[in-house]
């Protein structure tokens, strides 16, 4: 009889190495004894980090070291022992036990389906099974050993989210850090590089492909050592670790078997605070971030990023919210001959879908020309320079509504005690199952419950226990912002100069603004619509000639008037 042995260990340990060793010498041992005859293939599989190593062998053992048993799609020699199964070129299958052929019973099963088509039999030592004739039997224990593997794997998830809680990471480190006694350190030579691309995004304003260039041309290593993309770039400029907030269990695996992944939502995330690892300051970061902003809107809407004009994507329709289009201006006299005579007048501002589309996308052109507009605009920034309280009192009203708590130490005391019962009923619950109990699914229920309860009151813990640090660094940012503001020269004006104080300018046709507003509301304000309307177009400095210009000032969101 034509005879093979399948040997797996799920791990690259001394004693599983040994383990492997001795299935290896086990079956050309018991070849010898029962005079079976092998066929002269198998193969020795493992991995090393990323690297892969396979040896194809001719004494009919096929054996996998270091791969778990939950996919299949990893176990190489498990894969090239049902290609030779498939051309029947052996008889029968020795394993050591169900768990050594795997720990997923859809899998597992299939595989000895097919092989049982092919007239090929498995044969488990341990429990003298033999697939052909003791098929629930073998189908039990793939059971029991894929329920082995899921309690493990939550033992394993929970271990790291504890671990997480104290402020260790658990897998790879991103670029700039390494990874020492289960801690990200900062890893000097990589902090450089995301300095460096920080400011050839933000203060260069150069596109990430642009900036992958720059790095490969001057052969900057990765953390793998491969060229960089536009993706791992992307990274940098998006991880909070740059600012110090670490930031875990933002995905968990949800079925170990199929590999399936659950996106935790964001209240559940575990996040520590650690300015040793800080990189990047915090005004820098928010900036990359809103410019990555802007670059995806105007993705959406098929616009090209530009600084190449002084209001380059900054300014967008009132009425229908698209961007606005920069066009040429032209005027011409007619000549005694009839011909017209054509002379440049500079450049207008106006709705892209109007002028694209008509009044069926929009009714509104919103046209301006962009000399006046730019002239008010300079009349916003020096009226801003000149009169602080403008900022000051709109400052006021922004700390008011994101950090003004009411009784938060009280509220503090509160959650800390809700926090120690929910940890004691977390206890209890694991007793339970430890003591038969409740079953497994009441626990995981009871479990789900409770955790979800401490995952929100950690969360507000968390604000609430950094409500003094973010106020100060919101004065901080406000304080920078004000100094920036104030060092600007208006009559030297570049798009990146105007980006770093503005986030949009609005432009809407007051004649909409009137049609707004209620019938009631006007009778409250004692005013016809027609003089509300002449009102909007003359008394007020944001006004150009019908239009309404609002500007949203970077520091904060909403719209300042002045």
């Not at 399936?260 to 970061?285: A, C, G, R, Y």
């Not at 708590?405 to 120690?420: G, P």
């Not at 004691?424 to 497994?440: A, E, G, M, Y």
């Amino acid at each position: 009889m034509r005879a093979v042995a399948y040997c797996r260990v799920s791990t690259d340990t001394d004693d599983q190495k040994n383990s492997l060793t001795n299935q290896i010498q086990h079956y050309s041992k018991l070849f010898q004894q029962k005079g079976f005859n092998p066929p002269k293939l198998g193969m020795f599989f493992k991995k090393e980090g990323r690297k892969e190593i396979k040896n194809l062998l001719d004494n009919g053992i096929f054996a996998d070291e270091g791969i778990s048993g939950t996919k299949l799609k990893n176990r190489k020699a498990f894969e090239y022992l049902m290609d030779c199964a498939k051309k029947k070129e052996f008889d029968v299958i020795f394993v050591k036990d169900v768990r050594r052929w795997g720990r997923s019973v859809e899998d597992g099963v299939k595989a000895l389906k097919d092989l049982k088509e092919l007239g090929i039999n498995v044969f488990f030592e341990e429990g003298n099974l033999n697939y052909r004739d003791q098929e629930f039997f073998v189908n039990m224990f793939l059971n029991l050993a894929q329920e082995e593997s899921r309690q493990k794997s939550e033992s394993i998830q929970w271990g790291i989210r504890k671990a997480q809680e104290v402020g260790k990471w658990n897998s790879q480190p991103p670029f700039g850090y390494d990874i020492i006694d289960g801690y990200l350190q900062k890893n000097e030579s990589e902090i450089k590089i995301v300095k460096k691309i920080y400011d050839l995004y933000v203060n260069e304003n150069f596109g990430t492909s642009k900036i992958c260039r720059i790095l490969n041309k001057e052969n900057i290593p990765t953390k793998n050592n491969v060229q960089w993309s536009q993706t791992q770039v992307c990274k940098i400029l998006d991880n909070e670790i740059y600012t110090g907030k670490q930031i875990t269990h933002t995905i968990r695996t949800d079925d170990i078997n199929r590999n399936l992944k659950e996106v935790i939502s964001p209240e559940k995330w575990i996040i520590n605070q650690k300015s040793e690892l800080k990189i990047i300051d915090d005004e820098t970061f928010l900036k990359a971030k809103k410019l990555r902003q802007e670059k995806k809107e105007l993705n959406k809407r098929n616009q090209k990023f530009s600084d190449r004009h002084l209001l380059s994507n900054l300014l967008y329709c009132g009425n229908c919210n698209s961007a606005m289009r920069r066009k040429k201006r032209n005027s011409y006299t007619r000549k005694k001959d009839g011909t017209k005579e054509y002379k440049d007048i500079g450049y207008s501002w106006t709705c892209q879908k109007n002028d694209m589309y008509g009044k069926a996308k929009c009714p509104f052109t919103n046209m301006v020309v962009e000399e006046d507009l730019i002239e008010k605009i300079k009349q916003r920034i020096y009226i801003m320079q000149k009169e602080k309280h403008i900022l000051d009192d709109n400052f006021d009203k922004y700390i008011e509504n994101n950090f003004t708590y009411e009784d938060s130490d009280k509220r503090l005391e509160e959650i800390n005690k809700e926090i120690d019962k929910l940890h004691k009923k977390v206890d209890l619950n694991f007793d339970l199952l430890s003591d038969k109990t409740i079953k497994q699914e009441e626990y995981k229920i009871r479990n789900d419950i409770l955790q979800n309860k401490l995952s929100e009151l950690k969360g507000e813990k968390n604000k609430l226990d950094h409500l003094e640090q973010e106020l100060e660094l919101a004065k901080v940012k406000f304080r920078e912002y004000c100094k920036s503001l104030k060092e600007v020269d208006i009559n030297n004006l570049s798009n990146a100069i105007l980006k770093q104080l503005v986030d949009r300018i609005t432009i809407t046709t007051t004649k909409q603004i009137a049609d707004d507003v209620s019938d009631g509301k006007l009778e409250e304000m004692n005013l016809s619509r027609d003089l509300y309307l002449r009102r909007l177009n003359v008394s007020s400095a944001w006004n150009l000639k019908g239009k309404r210009i609002s500007i949203d000032w970077r520091f904060v969101s909403g719209i300042i008037e002045v």
